[in-house]
Every structure is written in C-alpha cells, then in structure tokens.
C-alpha cells in the first residue's frame, strides 16, 4: 500500500485587494486552488510576540477543531472535532500555568471566549502554534477560523469564508500542514 503524502496548504501574504493595499490580505492555495484568505492585521512576521496581531512565518498543523453545535452540524474532517461548550474560553496570559490552553469559564487569567457571539468561531480549528514547549509571550492560538462578512483582519489567525472553510475541512486531517510565509 502507497503511503499518502500529507496535504500542504501554502498561505502566502498578497497585500493587494481589488480596493488598494492591505498587509492582511493573503492567499491560500493548495494544487490548483487558490482562495483569498484573511490573516493578522499586522501581516506576517518571522518575530510573532503576544498581542501584534501578526501571523507567524512557519509551518503549522492541525491540532483538533471545535464547532458551535447550536449553530451548525458537526463539520466533514478527519480532524478530531468537538462541539464548544458554554464555559470554553482560551487563556491568553503570559505567565499562567494555562497559557495557550482550552480553559473553563470563569478563569481569573484573562481569556478569550470560545463561544463568541459572532459566527467566527462557529467551526474553528487549531493549530499547532507555540503549544510544545509553551513559549511564554511567543503568542497564544493560532486558529483556523470563518472570515468577517466584510474581510478584516484577524488577530494573528488565518480565516476563510464559510464555504471554503467547509470545503477545506474535508481535506484536512493530522499530517497536513499550513506554509505560512
């Protein structure tokens, strides 16, 4: 039996859109593919720190996603899933034992909530960002997230639109990669 090559998905930095120059503007492409993507709002940086809203050069993989189950069905992957839960939030403190981890809610360190009220994180996938050894302020989650209707930035993440999001999560399994440069 052929061993299957994972799937590697480039994201390479444009800064153009059909309305100027943008450092948040990107493009995802795999094979023939090529999709317009959004990332942080800094662009990308080799030098990611906590809080510039920059996205890391590197390549990273798929952890495990998450999806909001009061809002949509169990996303098609072969990714290991689960729903969020009211009470998910994401420890984003430098310096805390749960730095860069899932947390419940209440947490006293500051945190982000995972069941946002916007449908960003409606289907989210993480990455394996500064997860192994933890870095203190090398930056928390780098998520694979829904695009803002209206095309901004991220706060260091990659994002797509819903329809590319569904179809790229049937592609991504554990082996696959982002080439982010």
């Given at each position: 039996m052929l061993k299957q090559r994972p799937r590697t998905f480039f994201i390479d930095?444009?800064?153009f859109t059909r309305n100027g120059r943008i450092?948040?503007?990107?493009t995802l492409r795999f094979g023939m593919i090529r999709w317009p993507c959004r990332i942080g709002r800094t662009g990308i940086r080799h030098d990611k720190r906590e809080g510039d809203g920059a996205t890391p050069a590197t390549i990273l993989r798929?952890?495990?996603g998450f999806w909001r189950a009061d809002r949509r069905f169990r996303p098609q992957t072969?990714?290991?899933v689960r729903p969020l839960r009211p009470g998910d939030g994401w420890c984003e403190t430098p310096g805390d034992r749960a730095y860069n981890r899932?947390?419940?809610k209440p947490y006293g360190a500051s945190h982000e909530d995972m069941?946002?009220?916007d449908a960003l994180y409606d289907v989210v996938v993480e990455l394996d960002w500064n997860r192994l050894p933890?870095?203190?302020?090398r930056g928390s989650a780098i998520f694979l997230h829904l695009a803002r209707p209206e095309g901004g930035p991220t706060a260091g993440c990659l994002a797509l639109p819903r329809a590319w999001l569904d179809r790229l999560m049937l592609r991504l399994d554990r082996r696959s990669r982002f080439v982010i440069r």
């Open positions: 930095r444009t800064g450092p948040h503007a990107a798929p952890v495990r072969e990714l290991p899932l947390v419940r069941m946002r009220q933890r870095r203190q302020g």
